[in-house]
């Protein structure tokens, strides 16, 4: 075969805000499958924050990427090649060779998924990585009941966006941030939460005692900042705050700021958790049994910020950054 | 009768830290029991950090202390006229009346206590609230477990002492922070701990990598600032901080710096809990029956600074904020 594959390297270790030099497209030869190994041609990546962490050469829960060696990160595909009786050409998988146009996998690596009942790209979001990530935060972490008040920041992201929704169908009061007036709206007459304000322009102790006046029991924490601070001045008595990330540090070159209300967890008995997605993958199929239906009905609603093409997924994941996305960020090959 | 009691009264709120105008020294008329009542003399009174906090015309867990009335506070005294079948003349009881002289009070508002295995001003520290304080944080909510590795800070401290000895008779290695040499040798030297530094000298974040240089897997937080972002900088995966108090903020008229590194609770899957003791009140007898013979035979030590004299309880209570205690303060009349 004499197709190239091409593919995004790590150029250089982004300091601060990653850059488009820090990323490098590619031509490799066609990689050529061995015993046990499937060929795939993927079709969706997942762009998303948490790579950021990657990208510095620092000791953190996962490796960092290599300067010069592709980046990683889930992507569905089809199979080409199966030379393992586990799958077989037109499957449609799941795996975590992201950033490139074909990825060779040991048949172990490639989760076959049903991409009949919804699209294939819903399971790099609504119902993958960032799906669970919600569930969990929301179920596991946070521990929301029925009839308690729930605060995502982030709400207009992939997994914010499901926090609200699956809060909704548990019978929780949803409430919801978001960068501008057009994401806000989409929170509150799409998707059902019950508020939501613009952290750009209206202050979030201010915005939170006026949507969540007898305060919030869940406050699940994408962003970091002046909104976590926020949410512990508005919590009730035994809140709960299930962090998933800060995404409003990623790119801090400079200490951040700082919680000034961290004291609050004293008088208030609040109960911070942080937490990450790989802890929680043994229920991935309770998970995908109770949010598959409700996703393929239409229940949850979910939306896509989709990119094309290989050589732009440098710019879907920098614009991540510059909350330019409302739903999942895909690249589309 | 024509003796008077004395007492203190709040003159003025604190801003800031509080200084000896906020209180005043009055003489009252004796109370005199009715039907169901029983009548203290007073020999020791508590003075807490927490009580800062009531000073302050602010909506918390416990309502504020009242402009001209009379302050409150743990006590331990003898039993002058009972007219309640539950006490007599002579009994030792623990109580909630403080910051004067001869306290009046609903039989039910005294507790007896035992003053012939310990001295009756143990049950104001080690085996009284700070004590409680201390067994809890360490089991309930940062929930030690043997082969741990257990940071308290302020360690000097009523509580902080206690959590330490604990810590070690579980089976746990203890480490601590003190203010001043003679606190860190005697933490080290006298209670056993595994090691010891002095945060006015030495970095937190230093001490704590060569003291636990495997890491910790709980903090008890007592001071806030520097050594709480220091403690979850040296935080195993999974760590738990148990957050007391912070005295340090206690006092800040300005919002204090912040937590720069709350960040972390991510990455290493950290727990952070607020609690108040009140929460465990219902563990008193088991904290009592695992922790009094360990201080009747001097297992545990316990330490007091003693001030003397109703007058001087304003002084007991502003040296707290200045680090002035080893071990539980207590005003003795």
């Known amino acids: 075969?004499?197709?190239?594959?091409?593919?995004?390297?790590?150029?250089?270790?982004p300091k601060g805000a990653p850059v488009p030099e820090n990323f490098r497209l590619e031509a490799v030869a066609m990689p050529a499958p061995g015993a046990g190994e499937v060929l795939i041609r993927n079709r969706f990546l997942s762009v998303d924050p948490y790579m950021r962490g990657r990208m510095n050469d620092a000791k953190s829960y996962v490796p960092p990427f290599q300067i010069g060696q592709p980046l990683e990160g889930g992507a569905v595909g089809e199979v080409v090649t199966a030379n393992d009786p586990s799958l077989k050409p037109g499957d449609w998988v799941l795996h975590n060779a992201g950033w490139r146009e074909w990825a060779l996998l040991p048949a172990a690596g490639a989760q076959k998924i049903d991409a009949a009942i919804v699209p294939p790209s819903a399971y790099l979001g609504v119902l993958g990585m960032p799906g669970l990530t919600a569930w969990a935060g929301l179920n596991k972490v946070g521990l929301a009941q029925p009839g308690e008040t729930v605060f995502v920041s982030g709400a207009a992201g992939a997994v914010g966006s499901l926090v609200g929704q699956l809060a909704k169908v548990k019978g929780c009061t949803a409430i919801g941030s978001a960068g501008g007036p057009d994401k806000v709206a989409w929170l509150t007459d799409?998707?059902?939460?019950?508020?939501?304000?613009d952290y750009r322009t209206e202050d979030p102790v201010q915005a939170l005692g006026r949507l969540a006046p007898k305060g919030i029991d869940?406050?699940?924490e994408n962003v970091g900042g002046p909104q976590f601070d926020a949410a512990l001045i508005n919590m009730k008595l035994h809140g709960r705050v299930a962090v998933c990330g800060m995404i409003a540090q990623y790119n801090a070159t400079e200490?951040?700021?700082?919680s000034r209300a961290i004291m609050l967890v004293v008088p208030k008995r609040i109960n911070i958790r942080g937490f990450i997605v790989v802890d929680y993958w043994q229920h991935l199929p309770e998970f995908l049994a109770e949010v598959a239906p409700l996703v393929a009905t239409g229940k949850i609603k979910f939306r896509e910020t989709v990119y094309e093409g290989i050589e732009n997924t440098p710019d879907a994941f920098l614009a991540l950054f510059k909350g330019a996305n409302t739903g999942k960020m895909v690249v589309k090959l």
């Open 190 to 197: 799409e998707l059902g939460f019950d508020g939501a304000f």
């Open 255 to 258: 200490p951040p700021e700082g």
């Open 218 to 220: 869940v406050y699940f």
């Open 1 to 13: 075969m004499s197709e190239k594959s091409h593919q995004i390297v790590l150029a250089s270790r």
